[in-house]
């Protein structure tokens, strides 16, 4: 990853229960998370195998020892089991990664949604070490870098480009130590991130639009390690005829109708909400200075 960071320090320890009996295989759905309409599967691997599939991913940042992340990353920290791929962080200097840019792998396109259930490792509310999915084109950073869903404490999203970082924060809520869906939507010029199935940033992109490998690295330690990432699957589609995404709800607009609207005082009025945008607060204020907080219905 091109983002900056101070090392984050802390640790998760992941077990599977000796003789537990291995994921049943699954196939892609018919559409990606909260999507509807026609989509083509165009990649997915469930790591339901017992090794790497090396013809899909590379065990490591292009060759045993290459750094990303403040790690190196070596392949004997690559491993699958009970239908996950696992990336062990197993020290300050032995980290994990795989990558898509092998020959004949997978490359994200203008066009295309990919997206990965990850477990990042953390206590619930803070993300531990430098996890991330991201996908990146070559001769970074003229085609562009989408990091989905990047651990720095926080789990964030960002963008790198020809024209500099465009960090575009944290998303609410509690990511790590459980399984979570994160995906991008990559259009001709904006790029929509999506988390279980929300849309929850979108922003533009002037990279070049060439193919971008798909990443996922378990990085970034002050800790003697110890730190896992699990991953479910990874799947990419295309979309086809009527396939649709979700899409951001509209702001609430404010719009009332009063009935009567004057009269002598005092007087007693009824007040109808016809506000847009699925409100969920009120802010009532009747010019006397003291503006009430209640639900329109009170």
Known sequence: MAVASSVLVGALFSATPAGAAPAAPSAAPA???????AWTSVFDDEFNGN??????????????????NDVATYASNVSQSNGHLVLTLAGPNSGALVGS?????????????????VQFPGNGTSIDNWPAWWISGPNWPA???????????????????????HNQGTIPGTWSNAFHTYGVLR????????????????YPTD??????????????????????????WVRAWTPGPG????VAPAAPATSFTAAPASGTVPVSTTFTDTS???????????????????DYEE
């Not at 396939?243 to 979700?246: G, K």
């Open 207 to 232: 990279d070049n639009g060439q193919p971008e490998q798909m990443i996922l690295n378990a990085g970034g330690s002050g800790s003697s390690g110890g730190s896992q990432m699990l991953v479910d």
């Open 243 to 246: 396939a649709t995404h979700p």
């Open 31 to 37: 559409a990606p998370m909260g999507f509807a309409g």
């Open 276 to 294: 847009t945008g699925t409100p969920t607060a009120w802010s009532w204020d009747f010019g006397d200075g003291t503006p009430q907080d209640m």
């Open 187 to 202: 259009a001709a010029d904006h790029a929509d991130v999506y988390w279980d199935g929300q849309l929850v940033k979108s």
């Open 143 to 165: 085609a562009g870098e989408h990091d989905i869903a990047e651990g720095l404490g926080d789990l964030t999203v960002n963008y790198h480009s020809p024209s500099g970082p």
């Open 101 to 117: 840019d092998v020959p004949g792998g997978h490359k994200v396109s203008v066009g295309e949604y990919v997206e990965a259930r």
């Open 51 to 68: 090794t790497l599939d090396t013809n899909r991913w590379m065990p490591n940042w292009y060759g045993d020892g290459g750094v990303m």
